[in-house]
């Protein structure tokens, strides 16, 4: 099993930064790949950005240049960077971990962009 754990969420202006993290409770090498996934009210949840456990990283187009996907081994934690945040980046942001082909799930932050 895999528990994950967000944080970093919060409210900034339209053009501002945001840096999510994504805690995994055992050793982030064995994890076939982590992603960060966004939900915004009344939308489908959708995948923002991927790290395999070989590093390659992949992204949703309409977040390619503004959102940076990355990780510290060290720490076991998976980060989302984002910047030039725009209302409609508002959503509920989770990290999913995919593992022995399971898909785990954290709870989600809040991420508001005001205009």
């Known amino acids: 099993q895999v528990q994950l754990v967000e944080s970093g969420g919060g409210l900034v202006q339209a053009g501002g930064s945001l840096r999510l993290s994504c805690a995994a409770s055992?050793?982030?090498?064995?994890?076939?790949?982590m992603s960060w996934y966004r939900q915004a009210p009344g939308k489908q949840r959708e995948l923002v950005a991927t790290?395999?456990?070989?590093?390659?990283?992949t992204y949703t187009d309409s977040m390619k240049g503004r959102f940076t996907i990355s990780r510290d081994n060290a720490k076991n934690t998976v980060y989302l960077q984002m910047n030039s945040l725009k209302p409609e980046d508002t959503a509920v942001y989770y990290c999913?971990?995919?593992?022995?082909?399971?898909?785990?799930w954290g709870q989600g932050t809040q991420v508001t962009v005001s205009s």
């Open positions: 055992r050793t982030i090498f064995t994890i076939n790949a």
């Open positions: 999913n971990a995919v593992y022995r082909l399971w898909h785990y």
């Open positions: 790290i395999t456990s070989a590093g390659n990283t």
